[in-house]
């Protein structure tokens, strides 16, 4: 099992950028696809991104960020992280971290492990 704990979440203006980060121990990193999710009130949670560690690197996003959003890791820190820009009033929501061991994937069910979840709140 991995544990997961995010930060880096808060309040910013609309066009405004955050950064979020989640620190991962336990198992051993290097299998896991690590990704983002974000669930906003009276929505189903989300998936916004991914990196997977087994795949070099390899990084997938959701259409309505993928120019706005970049997912990256440091493997020695085993963090990974959600840099936001241009952010707006949409991309309010909790931000998850979650990790998982199948091949590319994006349904919350198919990722085990979770942190607690990161405020982002976007005022327009």
């Known amino acids: 099992q991995v544990q997961l704990v995010e930060s880096g979440g808060g309040l910013v203006q609309a066009g405004g950028s955050l950064r979020l980060s989640c620190a991962a121990s336990?198992?051993?990193?290097?299998?896991?696809?690590m990704a983002w999710f974000r669930q906003a009130p009276g929505k189903e949670r989300e998936f916004v991104a991914a990196?997977?560690?087994?795949?070099?690197?390899?990084?997938y996003y959701t259409d309505s960020v993928k120019s706005r959003f970049t997912i990256s890791g440091d493997r020695t820190k085993n963090t990974v992280y959600l840099q936001m820009n241009s952010l707006n009033a949409e991309d309010t929501a909790v931000y998850y971290c979650a990790a998982s061991l199948a091949t590319l994937p994006k349904n919350p069910e198919q990722f085990p492990s979770w942190g607690q979840g990161t405020q982002v709140t976007v005022s327009s």
């Open positions: 336990g198992r051993p990193f290097s299998s896991y696809t």
């Open positions: 990196i997977s560690w087994w795949s070099a690197g390899g990084t």
